[in-house]
């Protein structure tokens, strides 16, 4: 029986990561395999769905209490005497539970980094954090025996580059179910006919309302658009901390007939398939899934360059700076418009976003 201990989880719906947890759960446990999971609150119905794989949750300590989270995680550690603790982190401030590993002498201690930067709102607390993460970062490695990111860049984040450009170092892209989001013109149709946008350019976004996805710049990018085609509308599909001021900034700038603010959706998929144009304009990125997703409906997609080029895998997806205004976002918009979604130009690397591809390296991952 191989016993692991996997980290962090939130509730289940936490996004990237607790997706990509939930894969892992799905694609490994068996009759030979447990895993069981940290979090910093238990939620009851995830220890529930937890239970069906016959997996624990453990509660541990937030990052304010760090010796409280080590002694915690060592404890967890000796009592379930794991072979192995997978650790899925964001920042190299998430570094205790490693060094726990380390110290109950784990022989197989992983970390995967899963960002490319701090998602924080203040600024100040950011430049904290920032400076705490790349601290923590000059020894976080040297608790790990072996390294994964979602993309080189988050890989760079958390590891010397030494490590990540060597064959220490793995990517494990994040799947996408490819069959969900290909094109469907009568999907397309349907949700163009329930939210009113025949006859509209539609451009989307789908993400967290927080700092990382720079909705505020979004909003002025389609300020932009809709100047210069009155026809434009701009949906946005999420929650999150500047959900309230988004919705703010819009009522400003008079786009509240133009601006769709659907909140948090179960039907991404279908989404996508009445838009026209997406849009993520990100301060940084580990890899968005969105983009996969959009990509393969067949969605022109325009991104930050702060997003690594490992995101694109068609020849309708293109990169801009920041510093660019947003003027220049919105004319390269406007004049990247596609009209046939049937028609996708893959420049080869759609097979390693696929579910079949995850499963096959999140297996081969837990039997080394």
Request: aromatic share 12%; net charge positive.
């Amino acid at each position: 029986m191989k016993k692991i201990l996997a980290g962090f989880i939130m509730d289940g719906h936490g996004g990237g990561v607790d997706n990509y947890l939930l894969n892992f759960l799905e694609n490994t446990a068996s009759e030979d395999v447990t895993i069981d999971f940290l979090t910093n609150e238990i939620d009851k119905d995830l220890e529930k769905f937890l239970g069906e794989y016959h997996s624990r949750l453990f509660a541990i300590a937030n990052l304010k209490h760090p010796v409280k989270q080590f002694r915690q995680v060592c404890r967890i550690i000796e009592e379930g005497q794991y072979d192995m603790v997978y650790l899925n982190v964001s920042t190299a401030i998430d570094c205790v539970a490693a060094w726990a590993a380390k110290k109950k002498k784990v022989r197989r201690i992983l970390v995967h980094s899963h960002s490319s930067g701090n998602d924080c709102e203040n600024t100040g607390k950011r430049i904290i954090f920032n400076l705490i993460h790349y601290i923590c970062r000059l020894f976080f490695y040297r608790a790990v025996t072996e390294y994964y990111g979602c993309s080189k860049k988050a890989g760079l984040w958390l590891f010397p580059k030494k490590i990540v450009e060597s064959q220490r170092f793995q990517t494990i892209f994040n799947a996408v179910d490819l069959a969900e989001y290909t094109f469907d013109p009568q999907i397309r149709g349907e949700v163009r006919k329930e939210l009113k946008l025949e006859n509209k350019f539609v451009v989307g976004h789908v993400g967290s309302f927080s700092y990382a996805k720079n909705h505020y710049f979004l909003i002025h990018i389609f300020e932009e658009i809709r100047k210069r085609n009155p026809d434009a509308v701009l949906l946005l599909a999420g929650d999150g901390v500047r959900f309230e001021s988004v919705k703010k900034l819009v009522k400003e700038k008079g786009l509240e007939e133009s601006v769709r603010i659907l909140g948090f959706r179960k039907d991404v998929s279908r989404l996508f398939q009445g838009m026209d144009f997406f849009l993520l304009p990100s301060c940084f990125e580990g890899l968005p899934t969105v983009s996969i997703e959009a990509q393969c409906t067949g969605l022109p997609c325009l991104m930050s360059e702060n997003i690594t080029d490992e995101a694109k895998i068609t020849s309708d997806c293109w990169f801009l700076p920041l510093k660019k205004s947003p003027e220049e976002w919105a004319e390269f918009v406007l004049a990247h418009r596609k009209e046939n979604r049937t028609q996708i130009q893959w420049i080869g690397r759609k097979e390693n976003y696929s579910l079949e591809e995850l499963k096959k390296q999140q297996r081969d991952l837990i039997m080394r």
